[in-house]
């Protein structure tokens, strides 16, 4: 039987309404009736170190779909409630199901390999699908998922004695939340291939992490300082059109300088004459502050999204990757 279409979203008034059960979406500053162009995201089981569970995946799923598509939204926090920003995966729900008779765990006998979508992968697309740029504020212990989910993030800023641990190696499993694409990515082979193979836990700022962290803080307090810092300056100066575009063109682009140089010239030559493009030019000459207002996938440059479409599957909330405009 086909499924049902999904109701269209509607974004809302408040996202500190939404009924979310383990997440906390709040306005910056909180006290706003209504949303604003910075968003609060808080991981918010602080008594379980923010273990992630499929309730969290929900949550973050649908604040995600719905920031998407918000042109008053401009940029994302990510941190997480209390001591640890995520301890990973809850260890005692298990992976894949409940533990049978003999206290092993089970995979359910209804899903096949084939049809099996890793949760922490589906955050990492939502995070990494989504328009507007997320800055993680890691102000705590970030193992496992907890790690892995902040890599799509534009920008990552950590306490720089934070535990962070690639720890798959030690629990008998592989890295999840598409991070074997995009850890070797951020901080080369080498680095990703001592982290996931001793499986170790250092602190952030460990030169084992290179780059990773954009910066790391003296205390778990300045680090969510810091990133509201960060996202302000990107709020109030920057085109979502803009960074969505080069994000994409980093992580999608051709595999030779020629190819670079023939898919960013058509992409910069759609966008000449934008919106966004002409707010950018006049706010500098009449000297002030820039206001864009521009949005994807409505305003992006004729020819996005310029990659083969892979399809992962229609599952129920499940992310979908951006029609082309061609």
Same mark, same amino acid.
């Given at each position: 039987?086909?499924?049902?279409?999904? %109701?269209?979203?509607?974004?809302?008034?408040?996202?500190?309404?939404?009924?979310?059960?383990?997440?906390?979406?709040?306005?910056?500053?909180?006290?706003?009736?209504?949303?604003?162009?910075?968003?609060? @995201?808080?991981?918010?089981?602080?008594?379980?170190?923010?273990?992630?569970?499929?309730?969290?995946?929900? +949550? #973050? *799923?649908?604040?995600?779909?719905?920031?998407?598509? &918000?042109?008053?939204?401009?940029?994302?926090? #990510?941190?997480?409630?209390?001591?640890?920003?995520?301890?990973?995966? +809850? =260890?005692?729900?298990?992976?894949?199901?409940?533990?049978?008779?003999?206290?092993?765990?089970?995979? $359910?006998?209804?899903?096949?390999?084939?049809?099996? /979508?890793?949760?922490?992968? /589906? @955050?990492?697309?939502?995070?990494?699908?989504? !328009?507007?740029?997320?800055?993680?504020?890691?102000?705590?212990?970030?193992?496992?998922?907890?790690?892995?989910?902040?890599?799509?993030?534009?920008? /990552?800023?950590?306490?720089?004695?934070?535990?962070?641990?690639?720890?798959?190696?030690?629990?008998?499993?592989?890295?999840?939340?598409?991070?074997?694409?995009?850890? %070797? /990515? =951020?901080?080369?082979?080498?680095?990703? =291939?001592?982290?996931?193979?001793?499986?170790?836990?250092?602190?952030?700022?460990? $030169? #084992?992490?290179?780059?990773?962290?954009?910066?790391?803080?003296?205390?778990?307090?300045?680090?969510?300082?810091?990133?509201?810092?960060?996202?302000? *300056?990107?709020?109030?100066?920057?085109?979502?059109?803009?960074?969505?575009?080069?994000?994409?063109?980093?992580?999608?682009?051709?595999? !030779?300088?020629?190819?670079?140089?023939?898919? &960013?010239?058509?992409?910069?030559?759609?966008?000449?004459? !934008?919106?966004?493009?002409?707010?950018?030019?006049?706010?500098?000459?009449?000297?002030?502050?820039?206001?864009?207002?521009?949005?994807? $996938?409505? &305003?992006?440059? +004729?020819?996005? $999204?310029?990659?083969?479409?892979? +399809? @992962?599957?229609?599952?129920?909330?499940?992310?979908?990757?951006?029609? !082309?405009?061609?």
């Amino acid at each position: 039987m086909p499924r049902a279409p999904h %109701p269209p979203l509607k974004v809302p008034e408040s996202y500190s309404a939404l009924p979310f059960q383990q997440i906390k979406v709040s306005h910056v500053p909180e006290s706003s009736p209504t949303a604003t162009p910075v968003i609060l @995201i808080t991981l918010n089981r602080p008594a379980k170190h923010n273990a992630f569970t499929e309730v969290m995946r929900e +949550d #973050l *799923e649908r604040v995600y779909e719905l920031i998407d598509i &918000d042109p008053r939204v401009k940029v994302v926090v #990510l941190t997480g409630a209390g001591r640890s920003f995520c301890a990973g995966a +809850d =260890l005692e729900i298990g992976f894949l199901g409940a533990k049978d008779e003999t206290g092993q765990i089970r995979r $359910p006998k209804t899903e096949r390999d084939v049809d099996h /979508r890793d949760g922490g992968g /589906r @955050i990492s697309l939502a995070i990494h699908h989504c !328009s507007k740029p997320t800055v993680a504020a890691i102000q705590g212990a970030a193992v496992g998922v907890g790690i892995t989910m902040c890599l799509p993030a534009c920008i /990552r800023v950590a306490y720089s004695k934070a535990k962070v641990g690639f720890v798959f190696s030690r629990r008998g499993i592989i890295m999840e939340a598409c991070s074997h694409y995009f850890l %070797p /990515r =951020l901080i080369g082979h080498s680095r990703a =291939l001592h982290l996931t193979t001793t499986g170790g836990v250092y602190p952030a700022e460990h $030169p #084992l992490f290179g780059t990773l962290f954009s910066e790391t803080c003296p205390t778990p307090e300045a680090t969510l300082t810091r990133a509201f810092e960060i996202a302000d *300056e990107v709020a109030k100066n920057t085109s979502t059109v803009s960074t969505k575009m080069m994000r994409e063109l980093m992580y999608r682009g051709p595999d !030779s300088a020629e190819g670079a140089h023939l898919l &960013d010239s058509k992409i910069i030559h759609g966008m000449f004459g !934008s919106k966004d493009n002409v707010e950018g030019v006049e706010s500098f000459l009449q000297k002030r502050q820039v206001n864009f207002s521009g949005q994807v $996938p409505q &305003d992006a440059p +004729d020819g996005y $999204p310029w990659w083969q479409q892979v +399809d @992962i599957g229609d599952k129920p909330g499940e992310m979908q990757p951006p029609k !082309s405009k061609l």
